[in-house]
């Protein structure tokens, strides 16, 4: 019988609730790196927080909003992973072993990610309409009948409930997900891959439901008018998009960086990345465009002001950028076979659509508070800036465990996998 995962320490365990289990992985599978692998993208990360903070002194606004898009980016594409990993556990995925380690890495993100986001609770009232006390005053020249019947929902003490139920949530999924498959590493008990598939089978419909009503509350509620039944599914379809594209830049920047996986992640596997992020590059338009369109024809005045605003002015240029540069090129790149099997063009697709996963998020959150379109310094300091944190806790996590799940039963499936 194997010794118990030994748990972290309580400050560790925001980063990695497991201790190392680096001893136990095969030579093949250790991360061969030293800390400079974490510790330059977390202090370049904090560098460019540090810098951002300056900016807040400057401007308050900018630098919440700013703060708010590249947090979201960060927690869609952590969402994106769980439900990517769901997905694989559940359907007995056997291509996608080799790669479930560093997604696993990307899914312990959200202690973390609850702790970063705690600043957004000071800019609240910037960020947040229905924050202010005077439109629910009847007497008030600023008193807002709309806004006033949604108070029940839309009140900062339920916001902050709701806020904290969906966080344990995701961490309860998160965290038996990322420990069974830990603990198959050093015990090849065969009732962890059943653990790992009921976990996925009652955390699917978990995750569904809190991601749908997160994606109102952080997002959509930014402009409290407004709202779309599609929105969650919009929100989730970007976060997936960006999760895969996130693990193939990590397994390609392993593989060319350190010559680590070199054999057991292949072309085959690129190819089927590649499958996927092409299909949710389809899917991420063809819900955009629904979204779209319902409320073009239904042409309600207080259902199109949304799509008015973004589609006017400065953010009609973004708007055709996201088609463009979000959809159209995505599309004719990764279309045939040949491109979704080179490894050169997959890590510039996948820069790629990591770039536009952030531009998505921040067309959907800015125009909130600009009326003209365009960029401030503080949308990247604070985007690059908590995602240099992310990265750097991330890395923190591969170079502790084995790069892949070195016991799973379809391992060697895996290893030997061939497109058809």
Known sequence: MAEPLQQNSRLGWLIDPIQSTRDAAGRAYQFVGDRRAWLVPSALGIALMTISCLGLLQSPDDFFFAYLAGWSFLLTTALGGLFFLVFNHLTRASWSVVVNRINEALVWAFPLLFVLGLPLLFGMHDLYHWTHEALYDPNSPQYDEVLAGKRPYLNIEFWSIRMVVYFVAWTLVSYRLYTFSLRQDVDPDPNLQQKLRNTSAWGLPLVAVTTAFASYDILMSTDPHWFSTIFGIYFFAGGILGAVAAITLIALVLQRTGGLLQGVITAEHYHDLGKYLFGFVVFWAYIAFSQYMLYWYGGIPEETVWFQHRLRGG???????????????????????????????????????????????????????????????????????????????????????????????????????ENM
């Open 315 to 417: 953010w009609g240029w973004h708007s055709a950028f996201l088609v463009l540069f979000h959809f159209v090129i995505p599309f004719f790149v990764l279309l045939p076979q040949a491109p979704k099997r080179s490894r050169s063009v997959m890590a510039v697709m996948s820069i790629w659509l990591i770039g536009m996963h952030w531009f998505d998020i921040h067309w959907m959150v800015l125009p909130v508070l600009r009326d003209g379109g365009g960029f401030h310094w503080l949308d990247f300091t604070c985007w690059l800036g908590l995602t240099g944190i992310f990265v750097g806790a991330l890395m923190y996590r591969l170079r502790r465990h084995s790069l892949i799940p070195q016991n799973h039963p379809y391992l060697e499936d895996s290893l030997q996998f």
